[in-house]
């Protein structure tokens, strides 16, 4: 016996080198009871490895391979608490610059939940894995798979000048 989860479903558009943009609504659970929903975040952090894409007028079904997508970008109409939920757990947002694997470059806020107060960017970036982290752009949030990330540029220094000294001069002195 089948049984029926209750779900809504948004508009994406899903960005890959395979596909190119792919326009379409993913399903997103909702809570029975009404207190919580999932978000897309959420969702494409998942463990399954196809999400289910209804692309077209009729709606009809693919599955998409969510490890070889490197963002998700959703509908105008969406709403940003179903995307990723700041909640009243503490996180921060650190301004940078993302190339992605396919050429595409996005400059906004990465926004990360923080396990303690003094964690990088570098930290939460080597601590995602696979998974999505959400680019707050002045257009869109993009959800951007990590593994589809070649370079990020950021706005956080080394404290301390980094040219190269010349070692001579450096004895010297």
Do not use: C
Not at 33 to 40: I, K
Not at 107 to 128: E, H, K, Y
Not at 150 to 169: F, I, Q, R, T, Y
């Amino acid at each position: 016996m089948d049984h029926y989860i209750p779900q809504r479903r948004i508009a994406v558009t899903l960005w890959s080198t395979a596909l190119g943009s792919v326009q379409g609504w993913v399903f997103l659970d909702l809570d029975a009871t009404g207190n919580r929903h999932q978000t897309l975040l959420e969702k494409l952090n998942e463990s399954s490895r196809f999400i289910p894409l209804a692309v077209g007028n009729e709606g009809r079904i693919q599955l998409v391979n969510i490890q070889r997508v490197s963002r998700v970008t959703a509908g105008q109409h969406v709403i940003q608490s179903d995307l990723f939920t700041r909640g009243f757990q503490p996180w921060r947002e650190e301004d940078a610059e993302v190339a992605l694997d396919d050429g595409t470059t996005l400059a906004g806020s990465v926004w990360m939940p923080l396990q303690r107060q003094s964690q990088r960017i570098s930290d939460f970036m080597n601590q995602r894995g696979w998974e999505y982290f959400a680019l707050i752009t002045p257009v869109a949030v993009h959800l951007i798979n990590t593994a589809a990330v070649a370079a990020m540029k950021l706005s956080e220094s080394a404290g301390a000048p980094v040219a190269a000294v010349n070692h001579d001069e450096r004895m010297a002195a």
